[in-house]
């Protein structure tokens, strides 16, 4: 699990994403990503001018089923594939892309949290 800025509700307002954030966008959505309506928090007395207030988690939940212990003990390539196909795209990413299009969260936090992951 991670965690996200939240926008702050006092100072929320719609916004044309930059370049790179629909770039991004495309890849976790394809085309669906031009008619998502996205916020960001513009900065107010209340948030401190950061345009976010509080923090969220984002998460994947992998349940260890017998398919996947017998992976394991074949080894990490074999479980990496099975938790995969468990996981079937509920991924934290995926939740994160969908606390953006909720407009909790930014495309920009939703891609820090994403470069968390990769590493």
Same mark, same amino acid.
């Given at each position: ?5 939240? *926008?702050?509700?006092?100072?929320? %307002?719609? $916004?044309?994403?930059?370049? *790179?954030? %629909? ?8 085309? =669906?990503?031009? /008619?998502?309506?996205? /916020? ?11 345009? $976010? =207030?509080?923090?969220?988690?984002? $998460?994947?939940?992998?349940?260890? %089923?017998?398919?996947?212990? &017998?992976?394991?003990?074949? #080894?990490? =390539?074999?479980? /990496?594939? =099975?938790?995969?196909? +468990?996981?079937? #795209? ?13 407009? &909790? %969260? ?7 949290? /994403?470069? +968390? *992951?990769?590493?």
């Amino acid at each position: 699990q991670r965690l996200v800025r939240v *926008i702050c509700p006092a100072c929320k %307002t719609t $916004y044309t994403p930059e370049p *790179i954030e %629909t770039v991004w966008l495309r890849q976790e959505l394809g085309e =669906a990503a031009g /008619s998502a309506a996205l /916020s960001h928090g513009r900065g107010c007395s209340q948030c401190n001018m950061s345009g $976010y =207030a509080g923090r969220e988690a984002v $998460y994947e939940l992998l349940e260890m %089923t017998p398919v996947l212990a &017998d992976a394991l003990n074949k #080894g990490n =390539a074999e479980f /990496s594939r =099975a938790a995969r196909l +468990q996981l079937a #795209g509920k991924t934290m990413r995926s939740h994160a892309v969908a606390r953006v299009l909720a407009g &909790d %969260t930014t495309v920009a936090e939703a891609m820090r949290v /994403s470069a +968390q *992951i990769d590493e």
